[in-house]
């Protein structure tokens, strides 16, 4: 069986760091890209991150350039991401997704990030 | 970055209707556009890729057609399970962006 499952999640105040998980099964995970997607509750989706298969590309969105590090290892198939900095217009749900060139064929079921004081 | 404009916002419709949502892209994305169905508390869903090939498992009443910077996702007939947001996204180049969203409603 094919999945994504985020972790990782939780309250956490403003100014402080928080780091997301992605544990990947079910496809050979060191032949994809992969991206953190995320949405604010009751809006739309964001791109926040996306990283190639061996590392050797990333991008991530204007809003969370040099604060947020996205990275990957292979040998446990997981993806993360080390969010510092963090603000009051960072809480949301974060979704983790795998790549295909550019489209996302398949998601986790997102873990929730609130900051807030 | 590439901004993606979804019209209308909110689109009612009825069972066995045929419903068109258009994508518009702030310049040209040639066919590099996805589609996602998302239902409430729940991941998006691919739908159509490169603007016009349908994923997998996803049923022959979706298509999706265009390119350049105007795109549209077609349901030729609405099924009860049809009803949810609807988003493009853009992957010509980084940052990937997506459209605001088309909720689905019943009239």
């Known amino acids: 069986e094919v999945w994504l499952v985020e972790s990782g999640g939780g309250l956490v105040q403003p100014g402080r760091s928080l780091t997301l998980s992605c544990a990947a099964s079910?496809?050979?995970?060191?032949?994809?890209?992969m991206h953190w997607v995320r949405q604010v509750p009751g809006k739309g989706l964001e791109w926040v991150s996306g990283i190639g298969w061996n590392s050797g590309s990333m991008g991530y969105a204007d809003s969370v350039q040099g604060r947020f590090i996205i990275s990957r290892d292979n040998a446990k198939n997981s993806l993360y991401l080390d969010m510092h900095s963090l603000r009051a217009e960072d809480t949301a749900v974060y979704y983790c997704?795998?790549?295909?060139?550019?489209?996302?064929?398949?998601w986790g079921q997102g873990t929730r990030v609130t900051v807030s004081s | 970055d590439i901004q993606m404009t979804q019209s209308p916002s909110t689109l009612s419709a009825s069972v066995g209707d045929r419903v068109t949502v258009t994508c518009r892209a702030s310049q040209s994305i040639s066919t590099w556009l996805a589609w996602y169905q998302q239902k409430p508390g729940k991941a998006p869903r691919l739908l159509i890729y490169k603007a016009s090939s349908l994923e997998s498992g996803v049923p022959s009443r979706f298509s999706g057609s265009g390119s350049g910077t105007e795109f549209t996702l077609t349901i030729s007939s609405l099924q009860p399970d049809d009803f949810a947001t609807y988003y493009c996204?853009?992957?010509?180049?980084?940052?990937?962006?997506f459209g605001q969203g088309t909720k689905l409603e019943i009239k």
């Open positions: 997704a795998k790549g295909i060139v550019g489209y996302f064929d398949l």
């Open positions: 079910g496809f050979t995970f060191d032949d994809y890209a």
């Open positions: 996204q853009q992957y010509n180049s980084y940052a990937y962006t």
